[in-house]
């Protein structure tokens, strides 16, 4: 028996199967979950499908988190299937201007990237839970976010999506407080770097990752399959004692200064 039977799962922000998302959705598929999915725009939707398809989902829903009434509607649609609420609402969802995820943060930050890169991956996450409340409520559901190193520390070419995750991490908290009367709990995994969609066209990714492996405790970068362990957990009544948390799955990376390697 896994430890996510009977529990159902709404999961935002499947690309492609190389997706933190989809490594979420493998390690919940396999401890018994019952999975539904979104889709940010038609050119992912058949994607999307056949992966749904693949852990026995057929639940699957246009969702671009930018528009409140599609975030409603999800909800809406979802209703109509899992009439007596949902568990667990997933979300990897993240955006900034790609021209602003390289060289100065002063200088390359505009006010136009600097909302889009709030509004898109941390106020969707916020907007989440509040179309999704009652349904949460009906279950004492968990909701999940994904976050990186960057939204604590200065990194380079992260920029704006630093600050953003900041974003994240705060609103984590303040909806683990606000949600936790309810029974609803609120956490984060923070990743290491991991080569998906996201990663793509970033300057220098392979060196960074070529650094975590290096400079790591555990000496190498964590697959999907590692965060998406973590975060079936967090989702799990394993985790029942836990809210307004952020876990590392990074191979330790986050905890050292200095690895030895350098020395
Ligand atoms: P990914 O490209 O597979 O997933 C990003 C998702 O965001 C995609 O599914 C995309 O459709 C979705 N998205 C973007 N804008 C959207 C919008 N307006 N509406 C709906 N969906 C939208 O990449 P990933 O690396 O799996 O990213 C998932 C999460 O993990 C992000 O929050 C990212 O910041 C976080 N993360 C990634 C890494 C990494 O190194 N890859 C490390 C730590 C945290
Ligand atoms: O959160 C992220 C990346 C999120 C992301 C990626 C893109 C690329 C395509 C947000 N917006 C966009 N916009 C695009 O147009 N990560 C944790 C992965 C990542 O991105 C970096 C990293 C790491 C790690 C950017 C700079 C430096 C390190």
């Known amino acids: 028996m896994g430890f996510l039977q009977n529990k159902r799962i709404l999961i935002v922000g499947?690309?492609?199967?190389?997706?933190?998302?989809?490594?979420?959705?493998?390690?919940?598929?396999?401890?018994?979950?019952?999975?539904?999915f979104t889709y940010q725009n038609e050119?992912?939707?058949?994607?999307?499908?056949?992966?749904?398809?693949?852990?026995?989902?057929?639940?699957?829903?246009?969702?671009?988190?930018s528009s409140d009434a599609e975030i409603e509607s999800v909800f809406t649609e979802l209703g109509k299937h899992w009439t007596d609420g949902i568990d667990g609402i997933v979300h990897a969802v993240a955006y900034a201007p790609r021209d602003e995820l390289s060289g100065?943060?002063?200088?390359?930050?505009?006010?136009?990237?600097?909302?889009?890169?709030?509004?898109?991956?941390?106020?969707?996450?916020?907007?989440?839970?509040?179309?999704?409340?009652?349904?949460?409520?009906?279950?004492?559901?968990?909701?999940l976010t994904l976050t990186y190193l960057g939204g604590e520390r200065a990194l380079p070419n992260y920029n704006v999506m630093g600050a953003a995750?900041?974003?994240?991490?705060?609103?984590?908290?303040?909806m683990a407080a606000d949600l936790g009367p309810e029974g609803i709990r609120v956490n984060a995994v923070s990743?290491?770097?991991?080569?998906?969609?996201?990663?793509?066209?970033?300057?220098?990714?392979?060196?960074?990752?070529?650094?975590?492996?290096?400079?790591?405790?555990l000496r190498k970068n964590v697959s999907t399959s590692e965060v998406g362990n973590v975060g079936a957990f967090l989702c799990s009544d394993l985790a029942s004692g836990v809210t307004g948390e952020i876990i590392h799955a990074d191979a330790g990376f986050h905890a050292v200064a200095l690895s030895g390697a350098e020395l």
């Open 14 to 36: 499947v690309a492609s199967d190389r997706s933190i998302a989809w490594g979420i959705a493998e390690a919940m598929h396999e401890q018994g979950a019952e999975l539904a």
């Open 43 to 65: 050119k992912l939707q058949d994607r999307v499908t056949k992966l749904a398809a693949s852990v026995d989902s057929e639940l699957v829903f246009p969702c671009d988190v």
């Open 104 to 143: 100065s943060f002063v200088d390359n930050t505009t006010r136009e990237g600097f909302r889009s890169a709030h509004e898109i991956s941390a106020y969707s996450f916020v907007a989440l839970a509040h179309h999704g409340r009652d349904m949460l409520r009906q279950r004492q559901g968990a909701l």
């Open 165 to 174: 995750k900041a974003s994240l991490e705060s609103s984590t908290r303040y």
């Open 191 to 217: 990743a290491g770097p991991i080569r998906t969609l996201a990663a793509a066209g970033i300057d220098n990714f392979k060196q960074m990752m070529t650094f975590n492996e290096q400079a790591s405790p």
